[in-house]
């Protein structure tokens, strides 16, 4: 079993919707947890990052933790074409581990 | 802005060769990392280095090794390449060994024939 696991989609959505994205994980010692957006034929770019439970918003995108029940999740509202990317989530004691990323399309 | 600058965006190698992918980053950053990252498996660990002449083996080190000289590069080698190596190599840096906010290069896309 996977320390991280990710749905890897695809997920397509008309501009507009709300888009949501999930990760579990099964270490409990993750204390960071983080998602990054990959735009093709680019590296992944730190999007957001909360430490511990609970939520987190920035503008369009809100990051909310669980470790209760080792769930994590981004949710984009207002989603534009733009923001059609990979999104990995990742989570960290020491070191990063990450998902194996969704790829989002938002159709104009 | 931090940069994270990886030498080769695509390389292309042939089975047995010894090949080199180099990453420099800019910003004085103490820690640097390896990855490799494949459909449907996601970003996995190499090696990372906390320190200059300092490594440590990741997730996946078998075939790979690496190299830190110089606090701003990080050099992986692939002794003998091979075709299950053929993948997106990342490069990445952070100042914070709690590890939030890696910077990452653009990626190197290696194919072994």
């Known amino acids: ?108 | 802005d931090v940069k994270v600058t990886q030498s080769s965006r695509y390389l292309v190698k042939r089975t047995g060769e010894k090949v080199f992918l180099e990453c420099v980053q800019d910003m004085d950053h103490e820690n640097m990392f390896w990855y490799r990252q494949d459909p449907g498996l996601g970003l996995r660990l190499i090696y990372f280095s906390y320190d200059v002449k300092m490594k440590e083996k990741g997730d996946i080190p078998e075939g790979y090794s690496v190299s830190r000289e110089k606090k701003e590069r990080f050099s992986l080698i692939l002794e003998s390449a091979s075709t299950n190596q053929t993948s997106m190599y990342l490069c990445a840096s952070s100042t914070d060994r709690a590890n939030y906010g890696y910077t990452f290069g653009s990626g190197t896309r290696l194919t072994v024939v």
Do not use: H
């Open chain 1, 1 to 108: 079993q996977k320390e991280v696991e990710q749905d890897p989609g695809p997920l397509s959505v008309p501009e507009g919707a709300i888009v949501s994205l999930n990760c579990t994980y099964s270490n409990s010692a993750f204390q960071y947890f983080m998602w990054y957006r990959q735009y093709s034929r680019k590296g992944p770019e730190l999007l957001m990052y909360t430490y511990s439970s609970g939520n987190k918003e920035d503008g369009r995108f809100t990051a909310q933790v669980d470790k209760s029940s080792k769930y994590i999740s981004l949710f984009i509202r207002d989603s534009q074409p733009s923001d059609s990317a990979t999104y990995l989530c990742a989570m960290s004691d020491y070191k990063l581990s990450f998902g194996a990323g969704t790829t989002v399309t938002v159709r104009a």
